[in-house]
């Protein structure tokens, strides 16, 4: 599958609005990596009391990002239907850039492992190519 909108995104990750951070999944490779996108708006609710006068995302909310599309990558394979993929650690998270409204966040989760029902994926964010956040983050699919 090379695409995904938001209704098949929701068939695999739990995740609903206003917690669902991703709008596309624009390419995936089942069980290794995905990629998605976030256009980031100043309508989004952090706004309202993340520096309201300097409207910056969270840095919190784009691993959560990095996350959910890392979820994704790990959940596209027909053995892991109707499973979920629990958040379960982040190693090495930096922020280089901040992110502001009308960005558009694109968010990048390699699969580098996986050995039972733990997942790793190595995450980088960017905007207009230029890399804003990264993290190794762990999984537990259950």
Do not use: W
């Amino acid at each position: 599958m090379s695409q995904m909108n938001i209704e098949k995104i929701m068939e695999v990750i739990p995740h609903r609005y206003p917690f669902l951070l991703i709008d596309t999944i624009e390419q995936i490779i089942e069980g290794k990596k995905a990629i998605g996108k976030k256009c980031v708006s100043s309508n989004e609710q952090f706004f309202q009391g993340h520096f309201p006068n300097n409207p910056v995302m969270p840095g919190v909310l784009i691993i959560e990002a990095l996350a959910q599309v890392g979820a994704v990558a790990l959940l596209s394979c027909p053995d892991m239907k109707g499973k979920t993929a629990y958040f379960a650690g982040i190693d090495g998270a930096r922020f280089r850039k901040k992110v502001i409204p009308g960005d558009v966040l694109m968010l990048e989760t390699e699969i580098i492992k996986i050995k039972g029902p733990i997942g790793i994926g190595n995450a980088v964010a960017k905007v207009d190519g230029v890399k804003v956040a990264e993290a190794k983050l762990t999984f537990a699919i259950g």
